[in-house]
């Protein structure tokens, strides 16, 4: 069974999101046979690249928030994501454009190395003092090279704008076909969708009716139910007459 996710590094639900998914699928019996691939979705598609901001500075003036009613957000955030066991710094961090994180992450699926890179990208925009937005390219190398990418392959895709560049945007139309309208955004076995930071409780009754509702693979009318065929013995080759 496959399992995508819709995520944005940006996104502090997505972080918590997660943890509570990964949860439910470590007691999920058949969790060995359960694929996880996460999609991409920016929450700020619009933003240019350099332009970076405090992530209360960004919640006032996107929300019409007041700076108390920011830094409440904030707090509540921290202690959701302290009781998943995340740390998570409820002032300092900035806000600033993912898309270089996306494209690295799909450079990162190709290698098998997806899922370490995104958890990278999480605890440092999240729990870590540096910021993945201000410190250049050389920041997201040294996390992608920590995630086990090779370093010259993740600088030659940072320094190739179109490099990954039409897979991260797949993705996002693939998200608005779907109905994805925001994220987290869980898709299992493309029948099922579950949109936020559920409990842990509802990913695994979300795990549990999908693996349980799979269609089993029907075979069509054959008149001949022995036809040759090649299986884990060989090939059966027919006497000669």
């Not at 920016?42 to 933003?47: C, H, K, V």
């Not at 700076?67 to 710094?89: K, P, T, W």
């Amino acid at each position: 069974m496959r399992v995508e996710i819709w995520s944005d590094i940006a996104c502090p639900w997505c972080y918590v999101g997660k943890a509570r998914f990964e949860k439910a699928l470590a007691a999920f019996p058949h969790r060995d046979d359960v694929e996880v691939v996460h999609r991409s979705f920016e929450l700020d598609p619009g933003r240019a690249k350099g332009d970076v901001e405090s992530v209360l500075t960004m919640l006032t003036r996107k929300y019409g928030m007041s700076e108390a009613q920011a830094e409440a957000g904030e707090d509540n955030l921290g202690a959701q994501a302290a009781a998943e066991g995340l740390d998570y710094r409820t002032r300092g961090r900035d806000h600033g454009n993912t898309f270089d994180m996306h494209r690295l992450l799909h450079l990162a699926k190709e290698h098998g190395r997806q899922d370490a890179l995104i958890q990278a990208l999480y605890r440092a925009n999240f729990a870590e003092e540096r910021s993945v937005f201000t410190e250049g390219d050389e920041r997201l190398v040294e996390l992608a090279t920590g995630a086990g990418l090779d370093a010259e392959r993740v600088r030659a895709v940072l320094a190739d704008p179109e490099a990954y560049a039409d897979a991260v945007r797949e993705d996002e139309r693939e998200a608005a076909r779907l109905g994805a309208t925001g994220v987290p955004f869980f898709v299992l076995d493309r029948t099922y969708g579950v949109s936020g930071a559920q409990p842990a409780e509802v990913f695994a009754q979300a795990l549990t009716q999908a693996w349980g509702e799979r269609s089993p693979l029907r075979l069509i009318d054959q008149p001949d139910a022995d036809a040759d065929a090649c299986g884990p013995d060989g090939c059966a080759v027919p006497p000669r007459g």
